[in-house]
């Protein structure tokens, strides 16, 4: 299998708080893991790419000192929304990458993150 | 660049009816991977099919079938006898070869009623 999990699955918090966000591949070694954000009814956005062990990738108009992407393991990344505000709002997704001979990516459930 | 277009914004159909989900891509790359994935209404997506440039070969898995045409740059997706639990946003992607990122086209969300 292919199994990605994210933690919190839902996250309701102040404005100016942090919000730490972990996905986790369950049965295979991730060298390289998405971050995505998803308005209602909208496609994803990625927002970074991580590598195990290095700095993440961020796309364009992604605040790096804003959403803080941590890939400490093979099997976990960490994604934290600094200082949220309520345009923080979102749907965030992770997504995991077996290995370098494929491109499938497998998605996590998703964290729906509330900023009041 | 690459790019994904899913001209089908929303789909109704009534259970058991046959449906197809468009799919056009456009990329420079000789190679690359085509990709659907579901998300129905909790969030998750989840991985349906992938399929490489050179292969061309349609796909048929129960009642889903895949129709991938390099003339027309086209990667169209049919559920036969659909049921109510098909109900969700569709997205057909696209990535290029090696470490290179998805593209998402902007879903197809299909309704099927009873």
């Known amino acids: 299998g292919a199994v990605v999990s994210q933690h919190p699955s839902r996250v309701i918090c102040k404005s100016g708080t942090s919000v730490k966000i972990e996905c986790r591949s369950l049965?295979?070694?991730?060298?390289?893991m998405f971050w995505y954000r998803q308005f209602p009814k909208k496609s994803l956005m990625l927002m970074a790419t991580?590598?195990?062990?290095?700095?993440?990738?961020?796309e364009q108009g992604v605040e790096k000192d804003k959403f803080l992407i941590n890939h400490a393991s093979l099997t976990l990344s960490t994604l934290t929304v600094t200082s949220a505000h309520p345009e923080d709002s979102s749907f965030y997704i992770c997504?995991?990458?077996?290995?370098?001979?494929?491109?499938?990516?497998?998605f996590g459930p998703g964290t729906r993150l509330t900023v009041l | 660049a690459q790019k994904v277009t899913q001209a089908q914004t929303e789909i109704s159909v009534v259970e058991k009816e046959d449906v197809t989900l468009d799919c056009v891509y456009e990329?420079?790359?000789?190679?690359?991977?085509l990709f659907w994935y579901k998300q129905p209404p909790s969030g998750e997506l989840v991985f349906l099919i992938r399929?490489?440039?050179?292969?061309?070969q349609n796909e048929i898995s129960g009642r889903y079938s895949w129709n991938f045409q390099k003339s027309t740059s086209s990667f169209n997706f049919t559920i036969t006898a659909s049921q109510v639990v098909d109900s969700a946003v569709y997205f057909c992607?696209?990535?290029?070869?090696?470490?290179?990122?998805?593209?998402f086209g902007k879903g197809t969300m299909l309704l099927v009623s009873p």
């Open positions: 399929r490489n440039s050179f292969d061309e």
């Open positions: 990329t420079r790359d000789t190679t690359y991977y």
């Open positions: 049965d295979f070694q991730a060298t390289t």
């Open positions: 991580s590598n195990e062990g290095s700095k993440a990738t961020y």
């Open positions: 997504s995991a990458r077996k290995d370098s001979s494929t491109d499938t990516q497998y």
């Open positions: 992607a696209l990535s290029g070869p090696g470490y290179s990122t998805l593209t």
